[in-house]
């Protein structure tokens, strides 16, 4: 039981240039979540998603696009990556369903560096 | 909407002495509220949440945190705080009808031999 894992751990991109960032968990989790953490401004919400097949956009969706195919798996793509997306980036998910005191289970996070 | 203020951003202890980090959130209802830890170069790790029931919640790693509706708080508390507790802190609130929780800015835990 791996719980959750992102790939890559770290990554340099150059203005404009594009990448996936990949999420996968292995708890049958219905809700996946990709946050930003930058310095002074805790976590914030990119995208997140309550099922296979469905996104939504959370507090800083701009620049970031989703997809969620697989049930387990939650994509993150930059399609033309700018300096202010220089970030670590987490993934989280969990159990889902109506109740608000749900824990979120979070990967190690992705260190990406945009020049 | 709901929201949450930690409002110390860094907290230095002595190892061996007592710690309070503190957590104010802003909900008209109850609220679910969970403290997470982030060790160096780590995701966020959960220590304890409140749900309902009795205020006082005790968690892993010998952490507590007591939630007081009067004051609209949920501090994190440690008797006696170790080398291995300097981390990142952070408070997060829930609500009914969202399953989205809405984490505060953390606090940076560093503690002197």
């Known amino acids: 039981n791996a719980g959750v894992t992102q790939t890559p751990k770290f990554r340099v991109l150059k203005t404009g240039q594009s990448m996936t960032l990949l999420c996968a968990q292995d708890?049958?989790?219905?809700?996946m979540y990709w946050y930003r953490q930058d310095p002074g401004m805790g976590l914030r919400l990119i995208h997140y998603?309550?099922?296979?097949?469905?996104?939504a956009k959370g507090e800083v969706p701009d620049g970031y696009n989703v997809s969620r195919l697989k049930k387990q798996n939650f994509l993150l793509g930059l399609e033309s990556a700018a300096p202010s997306q220089t970030s670590v980036y987490f993934c989280?998910?969990?159990?889902?369903?109506?109740?608000?005191?749900?824990?979120?289970?979070f990967g190690p996070g992705t260190r990406l560096t945009v020049l | 909407a709901q929201s949450v203020t930690q409002p110390d951003i860094h907290i230095t202890v002595s190892e061996g002495a007592s710690l309070e980090l503190r957590c104010n959130y802003s909900?008209?209802?109850?609220?679910?509220l969970f403290w997470y830890v982030q060790s160096p170069g780590q995701g966020l790790q959960l220590l304890l949440k409140?749900?309902?029931?009795?205020?006082l919640v005790q968690g892993i790693k010998g952490f507590e945190a007591e939630f007081k509706r009067s004051q609209s708080s949920f501090n994190l508390r440690k008797p006696s705080v170790h080398w291995s507790d300097a981390a990142e802190y952070f408070c997060?609130?829930?609500?009914?009808?969202?399953?989205?929780?809405?984490f505060g800015r953390g606090t940076s835990l560093i503690v002197h031999p």
């Open positions: 989280a998910s969990s159990y889902g369903g109506d109740s608000a005191s749900d824990t979120q289970y």
């Open positions: 708890m049958n989790h219905e809700y």
């Open positions: 998603s309550v099922g296979e097949g469905t996104t």
């Open positions: 909900y008209g209802a109850t609220p679910y």
């Open positions: 409140y749900f309902s029931g009795d205020t």
């Open positions: 997060a609130v829930g609500t009914g009808g969202s399953y989205i929780p809405t």
